[in-house]
């Protein structure tokens, strides 16, 4: 069986339990065409493999979960007597897609939680009941070199959209909560970009030598070890918050411009808050009505949640 999906690095997170569905009910691992960047993910995920090609194979099944031309061109030259395309709506439906695939599902994700969409939506027996993403923890030589912090809090302040930025010294204030409550450390991360590296270095550079600064610094493997090793994650709605409770550690992920329940499971350990646009802001400086004090209460009650 062969699944097809070139989403982004939180996405490929939510779409484990579908896969798991698919493992479980083939009897034997899926492959995945995705990424290659993706790999350290995929190997963290019970029942599944990786594949880089599709071409000229015969499979017993094709399933895809995007609606990208690449995907589609794959299931073309591939072999299968089912070819299943889900997506979240159906204006994302392109000519390419009803070339490739005999059977398409865009039902429309309103305010589904978007593994269980996936997960229910993904038409084989479930021979286990739904449950939301698990990762197999990280090995220890994913550990990046020179870290020597054992106990810290792990904050991620940007995703792949500007707009879902909070100032940084919202953040700095927040951390510095956690770092006075018995964080020993806390630990800035961020995507590549320049930008996300600025403003991750703003917050670590506020708060001084009780910040260990890694934007933009990391490998894949680095920031999954990371993740579930922290004591908690806080950050904006994105992979991280992903990572952090398919791990099963805790996170606390503020929500912009994205439908909390498209991306969340709420948990005990797994808390979002959703913060209203102010006037005040635009796309490249977003500003946004919420209360240092409400956020920093939040992490410090999950923090001290058993």
Not at 113 to 125: F, G, K, P, Q, S
Not at 210 to 229: D, K, M, N, P, Y
Not at 235 to 242: I, L
Request: proline share 6%.
């Amino acid at each position: 069986m062969l699944v097809i999906c070139h989403k982004q690095l939180g996405d490929m997170t939510l779409l484990e339990p579908a896969l798991h569905k698919l493992a479980t009910a083939a009897g034997r691992p899926v492959e995945l065409l995705t990424r290659s960047g993706h790999a350290p993910l995929v190997a963290l995920m019970e029942g599944v493999t990786t594949t880089r090609r599709a071409w000229l194979r015969a499979f017993d099944a094709i399933l895809c979960y995007d609606d990208l031309d690449k995907s589609a061109a794959h299931a073309l030259l591939a072999f299968a007597p089912r070819k299943d395309l889900l997506l979240r709506s159906p204006i994302e439906i392109t000519k390419w897609n009803r070339r490739a695939f005999a059977e398409i599902r865009a039902p429309g994700i309103a305010d589904h939680y978007l593994a269980r969409y996936n997960w229910d939506h993904t038409i084989v027996e479930a021979l286990e009941p739904w449950r939301p993403p698990v990762l197999r923890q990280p090995p220890g030589a994913w550990r990046p070199a020179s870290f020597e912090a054992d106990d810290y809090a792990l904050l991620n302040s940007t995703a792949g959209w500007k707009s879902k930025r909070w100032k940084s010294s919202s953040w700095a204030a927040v951390a510095g909560a956690l770092l006075d409550a018995g964080v020993p450390r806390i630990v800035v991360t961020s995507g590549g970009q320049d930008w996300q590296r600025e403003h991750a270095q703003k917050i670590a550079a506020a708060l001084g030598d009780r910040a260990i600064f890694l934007g933009g610094q990391t490998r894949l493997e680095e920031f999954l070890w990371l993740v579930s090793r922290s004591r908690m994650v806080i950050g904006v709605d994105g992979a991280a918050s992903h990572l952090a409770a398919a791990f099963g550690g805790k996170s606390l992920t503020l929500f912009f411009r994205t439908n909390p329940h498209n991306w969340h499971f709420p948990t005990d350990r797994s808390v979002a808050l959703l913060a209203a646009a102010t006037d005040a802001g635009d796309e490249e400086n977003p500003d946004y009505d919420f209360p240092i004090e409400d956020v920093a209460e939040r992490a410090l009650g999950l923090l001290r949640h058993a």
